[in-house]
């Protein structure tokens, strides 16, 4: 990776860090009985349409996006790690 690309990929890691932990701070993902709250957007022959769904999280489930959420973080981190010592070898 040339150094833009590096300056790039660091600045949307921590974005989506920043994302995560901002979450993370919330409350207790691991306690029972939340909900998930989606919205999106579709373009279609009518033209944009937002949308939002809630999902009332089964028990048990909430612990999977516990654990999903938990090791993509731990993967940007070790992603952030590695793009900082390519940047630091060709210094």
Partial sequence: MNKSEVERRT????????IID??????DICQ??????MEYSLYGIVGFIKK?????????????????????????????????KEATHDI
């Fill in 22 to 27: 901002s979450f993370l701070e919330e409350g």
């Fill in 32 to 37: 029972p009985k939340w909900w998930l709250n």
């Fill in 11 to 18: 600045k949307e890691i921590v974005k989506e860090l920043s």
């Fill in 52 to 84: 939002s769904r809630t999902l009332k999280v089964p028990n048990g489930l909430h612990k999977r996006f516990d654990e999903t959420i938990t090791n993509y973080r731990t993967e940007l981190i070790q992603e952030l790690v590695e793009l900082n």
